[in-house]
């Protein structure tokens, strides 16, 4: 019933730029917190980036002032800009929407490789 579906993902040299997309349906991104969260080979999932059904946003420290999250409601998806990629940002992406409140859920996408060479 739910699906999110990551693309965008792939093989970038350090310094380049990707532009992950995330589309939603049988959900109403509108509505929801959409976040990006990556993991790599051996380590926690982590936080990159997330933006509120307000538009607020925040972003991991490690990323901050490269990546950029932002969301289309209309397409019901969200986006996530990485501009001057390095090594450490190697790892598969995963989209989050979720919702808090009286009717609470907590969805993920399969994830997108994302690759940056030295």
């Given at each position: 019933?739910v699906q999110?579906?990551?693309?965008?993902g792939g093989?970038?040299?350090a310094?380049g730029s990707?532009?992950?997309?995330?589309?939603?349906?049988?959900i109403?991104f509108?509505?929801?917190?959409?976040?990006?969260y990556?993991?790599?080979p051996?380590?926690q999932?982590?936080l990159?980036a997330?933006?509120?059904?307000?538009g607020?946003t925040?972003v991991?420290?490690s990323v901050k002032g490269?990546f950029?999250i932002s969301?289309?409601?209309?397409?019901?998806?969200?986006?996530?800009?990485m501009?001057?990629?390095?090594p450490?940002d190697?790892?598969v992406?995963?989209?989050?929407?979720?919702?808090?409140g009286?009717?609470?859920y907590d969805?993920?996408?399969?994830g997108?490789?994302?690759?940056?060479?030295?």
């Amino acid at each position: 019933q739910v699906q999110l579906v990551e693309s965008g993902g792939g093989l970038v040299q350090a310094g380049g730029s990707l532009r992950l997309s995330c589309v939603g349906s049988g959900i109403i991104f509108s509505i929801n917190t959409l976040g990006w969260y990556r993991q790599a080979p051996g380590k926690q999932r982590e936080l990159v980036a997330a933006i509120t059904r307000v538009g607020s946003t925040n972003v991991a420290d490690s990323v901050k002032g490269r990546f950029t999250i932002s969301r289309d409601n209309a397409k019901n998806t969200v986006y996530l800009q990485m501009n001057s990629l390095e090594p450490e940002d190697t790892a598969v992406y995963y989209c989050n929407a979720a919702r808090s409140g009286l009717v609470k859920y907590d969805y993920w996408g399969q994830g997108t490789q994302v690759t940056v060479s030295s």
